[in-house]
């Protein structure tokens, strides 16, 4: 009885592989088959590395998408394309190439693919929109721009937003730093916290008490999101996976609709009460609600009772400049959803960019302690004790070259976010087909050894003329170029300058004794590119006068 039962195992085992086996190599046939076909119609599309079927290139990326892209280009040229699973991707390598497409042919590069990940529920049931993932057109271009308008309007690149928001927060993270007495720390989630802090007060006008339950659950769950967003890239580009029950799937369903409801309690503002900011000031949020709706219910009662002499409420300097208010159509851009989408878009762009390059920052000046003494030296003798201000950036061209080497040298959005084309493009005697997928690889800029000579050695000189001033080279383009380039660049330049010039006049970062260097070719592209773990020690260094 026993044999007949493993035989009959057996054979229902080998039954079930040999039917796998059967079914795989089918999809494999259709699959080339299919391939081969949209190679046909594709056929001008430039060369490339040849992919596995189904997969494509994806198994060839490894850890490091930007460093294998960027060798390609070596043997296939500045424009090539690969295939991801089944996604045919444009890749655009070296400044002219780039600045060509999304400068010159700025509209024809300025779409967002349609990828799983994109598709977060602000997007697909709620049918907001925002900015980051969304496809180009008019409404996009206004939504930027207003948004980009009201950072200026909200102080950032001016000292008053530095005194409302910077300085409470700074101060709060100098005393959590001087806490650790200088034993060895991860720093990431005392930054983390910090640097969301500053985006919460931006955008909500409030900020939250550090390990606060609530706090520390909402950061986890954007944590948690970067993750899932690494972990279903593969379903991005082969999207029958997304119909399969696969929990990881209904995982990111279920944190990235939690993430959606609590911006939304904070947009209505349910839960302000209990965090307020005692250096309260006017955000995103609180502008939307009484400008923007103000103006809103002017323009609805203008077209029941239009008056002669009827003076418009002042709704802000930065809707009324240019006198171009009369073709601003509101609805299709400040609906109230699109407003939250867009306040989504700020807080899960804002933080990790800004807190993962002050963390590679921090490691180069522990490994290169004299860069760090030369930063310290020319903070303290133009500041001595003082706050550092964003007013003293051309005082201190040193620290500046210093953050401009820390974002050239390991910078954390190595392939920008992907883009697609609006249009069928002649782009380098090819034609690159409407909706396909664009990768900027703007590694290879920063990385170009014409362009930065010995481009791995982290050498803030390279930043300054013979005058010691810092010099703003056209490749540098940490924030990307054209009509999809970083909308809070002035915020982010704004942080990292008050952040990083505050804790080097504060503190020395080193490695823990005995810790050796972390190895930097494992850090790894997440959603960002982040250093390998590793621990410092940030020492006190005490008052200077
Ligand atoms: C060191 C910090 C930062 C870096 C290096 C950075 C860099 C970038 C890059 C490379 C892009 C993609 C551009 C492209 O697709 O061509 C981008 C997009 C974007 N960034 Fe930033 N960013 C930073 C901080 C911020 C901050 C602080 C905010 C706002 C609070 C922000 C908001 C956005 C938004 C909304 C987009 C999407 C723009 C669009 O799709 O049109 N970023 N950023």
Redesign the pocket.
Known sequence: MGALQTICRQLILYTSLRTVLVFTLVVMVIFMIFQTFRGKQRKNLPPGPWGLPILGCLPYLGRDAHVVLTRWAKTYGDVYSVRFGTVPVVVLNGFGVIKEA?VKHGVDFAG?PDLFTFRTPHHRGLRYKG????NYDRQ?EER?HY?MRLFRVLGVGRTNLESAIFKSQLEVLMKDLTNTGGKAIDIFPILRDSVANI?LG??FGFRLVHNDPQYEGILDTVHKMYELNTKLNVVNFVPFLEKLPLPVLKEFDEVSTRLVLQVIAWFKGQENNKHVDSNHMKSFANWYKTDVLKYKQYEMDEKVTLKENDKKPALNDSIQANGQEKDVKLDSIFSENQIISVAI???M???E??TT?LRWGFLYMALHPEIQAKVQEEIDSNLGDQNPSITDKGALPYTEATIMEI?RLN???PL??P?STTTDVEFHDYTIPKDTMVL?N?WSVMTDPVCWPNPDKFDPQRHLNERGRTIRHDVFT????????????A??RM??FLFFTSLMQKFTFRLPDGASAPVFEEGTLASTFSPPYHQLCVVSRGPKT
Request: proline residues 2%; positive net charge; charged residues 15%.
């Open positions: 999304l967002r900015i980051l993932v969304e996009l930027r948004t985006t931006i955008i878009d700020l807080f762009a804002g933080f960019t800004v390059t974002q910078y954390v959005l920008a976010v883009h900027v703007l940490p924030f990307s170029l054209g009509k999809r380039s970083c909308v809070g660049a915020l982010a942080e990292l």
